[in-house]
DNA sequence: CGATAATACTTGACATATCAACTAATGTGC
DNA sequence: GCACATTAGTTGATATGTCAAGTATTATCG
């Protein structure tokens, strides 16, 4: 007779009740340990007056150079899906940190750029979003975290 | 010389720069597949008139029996973290899922129950949420689906 | 060329999230 | 038993998320 560990997830949500199956052990664990990291990560951003997401919007901009991007291109870049991209823009406008621009060509379309100040604000939060995430992985050997994001890419593909 | 294949991540987020480390990357896919598998779970629960959320709060209560929980118990139980537990339970109390008294003993305590109809509620969302994260993971090998629970909760053990 | 459709946002209404005060009740030390 | 801290939860202000509908502009088809 093997006694199996509890799963620690159920330790840490105070449950004593097994999961229906591994599938759902896993979705759940999933969107704890999403949780745990993206607060951490929001904890590094939020003292520079900006949210994950803008500064999502903002790394987009960067990459995106001198031309810069249509409203709705961000959106589609977005790491997490923004139906509401006008107002997450407004927000960055108003911070002076990006800088929109009617197109005369099509007159629909709004060019975003990121600005001077958006792009000094990127650059002193470069480093901290980077040792965030390494110390975030930092107790993964090389294989796993490769594993890692090999597991989660299927995932993805199979939603597709 | 080996041409490693650029990360899906990129081509999806439509991104030509690599990324400053394997670290960045994997907690990039992460949230973007969590955001993914969340918002199809939102999909199963919303057309029943809750949140994922509420979802959460209720499963707990079902968790908890008779007695119930005190309210802030119940947030400390949530998968991903609520500060807003009082107005979560409002909701849901709003829609009689869920039923609140203060407790005798110490006034300060609340207890929450779910209802009869939380519970015939839960037990029709029972079978489509465990099929959806069935779904979810179905492309993974038994060992692989182990594999990312056990990767998941050594990096949340890391970030304790 | 003119009607219709499609595109690129924008806006309004409403649900949630977040943080910081605030209230009420209980516990603790002197 | 009284001041003070602690606990449990609520409330207000403000930001953000979400969906549906609206506006302006351009593309398409007969």
Request: charged share 30%; proline share 4%; hydrophobic share 45%.
């Amino acid at each position: 007779m093997s006694e199996r560990p509890a799963p620690p997830i159920l330790g840490e949500l105070r449950q004593k009740r097994p999961f229906a199956s591994k599938a759902e052990e896993a979705v759940v664990t999933l969107f704890r340990t999403t949780d745990v990291i993206r607060r951490a990560g929001e904890a590094v951003v939020a003292p520079h007056g900006i949210s994950a997401q803008q500064y999502n919007v903002l790394r987009i901009l960067r990459g995106a150079g001198r031309k810069g991007l249509q409203t709705l291109e961000i959106a589609e870049r977005l790491v997490e899906r923004a139906p509401g991209i006008t107002r997450l823009v407004d927000a960055l406008e108003k911070k002076k940190l990006v800088e929109r621009e009617r197109c005369v060509e099509d007159r629909r379309v709004v060019w975003c750029r990121i600005t001077k100040a958006g792009l000094a604000l990127l650059a002193t939060l470069d480093a901290p979003v980077t040792a965030h995430a390494e110390r975030t992985m930092r107790k993964l050997s090389a294989a796993d975290l490769n594993k890692l994001t090999a597991i989660l890419d299927d995932i993805r593909i199979a939603s597709a």
